[in-house]
């Protein structure tokens, strides 16, 4: 039942009525009678008795038809739920899209007769294919090889698609090189897969990131055999995706991380890119993260699983020690052929030349890099933490942080001429005062992307400016000399690269009170400096200090380096992914209730509490990898217990959280 409570949160048994019975297949949404109302449900099987002694109930109606949940994601729903502490329920409400009758009826029209699964229980007869391969579309001539390109560029890559096309369930972790076409390669990687008669699901940040992966996919696939899914798409665009996928009509899906459950036919591979990237951590419960969900797609259907990207993280780092991937990189020799020129501006030898490049925010160096890069008309990325304008500013006499009055929240500046306004409840603070000084003069405390370009536009007055980011986010600039200022995320391609990128602010992003901290900047930068030119005609200066571990990482181009480095100071920290963590969120009380209720594991260590929004608290929960099962599954029962009591506080559950403090 479609019922997201935790102690509802197993299969009931119904009776399916005679008039129903041609079309009460599993998969299908139906509605039942349960405590006295008509709800939501699913169909998961099929049986000729029941074990319920008691007296059981009619389905009250088949919804629709059409058997939208296969048996391979209701089993994949099912281990996310327990892998998380969460509902079946609330899993199935992501993995399947909501119904669209009009789009199903026009779908039925164009195709009256949908091929049938064969991993579906229910479907009659083998599986139906098109021409030999299995996949419908797929080519004629099964296990046709697929030309490497630039995957001969890592020694392992052409390996890697042999046994795409073999069907072998191959386990990667790939780090990109500099300039690497990466929606390219996942490309060259589906049309493997897809030569060996078998399906993909491929998952990537953002909408930018799929607009490039579905031109390549076209390019190499041809049109029409693969479908874009995500949740920008609209209800029934989506769901004529889903069902494109699901009818078997295409081999192939693409998607942010709406398509994480997507039902791909005798599916063969599951690839993340950036896998780092927050994006890919779902905002509703339970809350899982597409590449755990992916990885856990791979290990039970026996799939071929693909994480990349320019930087790598302790998750992907943790899959090769542990040997369930096998690592995909250049040599250190194509490496340096393919970076650009990196430098920092906080080591010993730039302050020598430049004392000021300690505190100045665009020191010589980096200004140095611009200008020449300017002069040979090649665009100049500049990349820069924050956006808006002022984001925080202080008293100008006293130094003291602006607060708002109402809330105490950090007060910014919109723009030049612009009213200081809280960035929390958007109070305008046109009177304010210091608290400590009454100073009413304001200062800038940290400086966001538009009044970055505003101040390189009166220093670079005859080269055009560019920004790109919240507000509008560019796709792609001319290869000609302009300066263009972007959030992380959001740098467009430059034809034929950039000539120089500027990493200002880092210690916007190293400061960050977050165990991520340091491998989140490192991604950033990599993503950025990958843009660059190779050297000599490319350059990437970043304004830190080039000690630091993330610096030394991107001067080598090395992020393997760092994520070892990182992941075996959090096997000794105790902190994931070397442990597994739930953080326990809510009033204090129910907090408490929750703990007292949980038989956790004996090993269970409880920290905290920490403050958390709103008045709440949190506790932290920590076991070793291998009580990863008992802690979720005790959390579960902890809350189907408060269910059941109707418990008012509600608690908010995450395993693994993106964020610990």
């Not at 899906?253 to 036919?265: H, L, N």
């Not at 393997?560 to 009033?587: H, I, K």
């Amino acid at each position: 039942m479609d019922v997201p409570l935790a102690h509802l949160d197993r299969p009931f048994d119904y009776l399916v009525p005679a008039e129903l019975d041609d079309v009460a297949v599993p998969g299908t949404r139906v509605k039942v009678r349960f405590a006295g109302q008509v709800v939501d449900g699913w169909l998961l099987s099929r049986a000729d008795d029941s074990g319920h002694t008691g007296r059981l109930a009619y389905l009250e109606k088949v919804v629709s038809p059409e058997p939208v949940l296969t048996p391979e994601v209701a089993r994949l729903a099912r281990a996310v739920a327990d892998r998380y502490a969460g509902n079946l329920a609330d899993v199935l409400r992501l993995a399947v899209p909501p119904r669209h009758a009009r789009v199903e009826k026009e779908t039925h029209e164009e195709q009256p007769t949908p091929a049938p699964d064969p991993g579906d229980a229910a479907a009659p007869g083998g599986p139906v294919v098109s021409g030999e391969s299995g996949v419908p579309g797929g080519p004629a001539v099964p296990g046709e090889p697929v030309d490497p390109r630039g995957w001969r560029d890592y020694p392992a890559g052409p390996a890697l698609l042999r046994a795409l096309t073999e069907g072998r369930p191959a386990r990667a972790v790939w780090s990109a090189l500099p300039g690497e076409d990466w929606a390219a390669r996942y490309a060259d990687a589906v049309a493997a897969t897809v030569a060996g008669g078998r399906g993909a699901v491929v998952v990537v940040p953002d909408a930018r990131d799929l607009d490039r992966l579905d031109a390549a996919l076209t390019a190499v696939l041809g049109p029409g055999r693969h479908v874009s899914l995500s949740a920008a798409l609209g209800p029934a665009r989506r769901y004529r995706a889903f069902l494109a996928a699901r009818r078997g009509q295409v081999p192939v899906v693409v998607g942010t991380r709406a398509a994480m459950f997507a039902p791909v036919r005798r599916l063969g591979l599951v690839a993340v890119w950036d896998d780092g990237d927050d994006l890919h951590s779902e905002p509703r419960a339970p809350y899982p993260h597409a590449r755990d969900v992916l990885l856990t797609r791979a290990q039970l259907g026996e799939a071929a699983a693909l994480v990349g990207g320019y930087a790598r993280t302790a998750e992907a780092q943790l899959l090769l020690e542990t040997g369930w991937a096998r690592e995909v990189v250049a040599d250190r020799a194509t490496v340096r052929a393919r970076i650009p020129a990196i430098a920092p501006t906080g080591d010993d030898p730039q302050l020598a030349r430049d004392p000021g490049a300690a505190t100045a925010r665009l020191p010589s160096l980096a200004w140095t890099a611009a200008r020449d890069a300017l002069r040979a008309d090649l665009p100049v990325l500049v990349q820069v933490p924050r956006r808006g304008y002022l984001p925080s500013v202080s008293c100008a006499d006293c130094r003291t942080p602006a607060r708002c009055a109402h809330c105490a929240g950090p007060l910014a500046l919109p723009s030049a001429g612009g009213t200081p306004a809280c960035r929390w409840c958007a109070r305008v603070a046109a009177a304010y005062a210091c608290p400590q000084c009454g100073g009413r003069r304001l200062r800038a405390a940290v400086t966001g992307a538009r009044r970055t370009a505003e101040e390189l536009g009166r220093a670079f007055t005859d080269v055009p400016v560019r920004t790109s980011g919240r507000e509008e986010v560019l796709t792609d600039v001319p290869g000609t000399a302009a300066l263009v200022v972007a959030t992380p995320g959001a740098e467009p391609v430059a034809q034929g690269c950039y000539g120089a990128v500027l990493l200002l602010d880092s210690w916007a992003l190293l400061t960050r009170a977050d165990l991520r901290a340091g491998e989140e900047a490192l991604r950033r930068w990599l993503a950025a400096a990958a843009l660059a030119r190779p050297a000599p005609a490319g350059r990437v200066v970043v304004v830190a200090d080039g000690a630091l571990a993330p610096v030394q990482a991107l001067l080598r181009w090395d992020a393997a380096w760092f994520a070892g480095r990182e992941l075996a100071e959090r096997r000794e920290l105790g902190f994931p992914p070397a442990v597994r963590m739930a953080s326990v969120t809510g009033p204090a009380e129910a907090v408490a209730d929750l703990l007292d209720a949980a038989r956790l594991p004996a090993d269970a260590e409880v920290l905290g509490p920490v403050p958390a929004d709103e008045g709440r608290e949190r506790m932290l929960l920590r076991v070793p990898r291998a009580r990863a099962a008992a802690l979720a599954e005790a959390l579960h029962s902890a809350a189907g217990l408060r269910a059941a009591r109707k418990a008012a506080d509600p608690v908010r559950l995450q395993v693994d959280p993106l964020s610990l403090f």
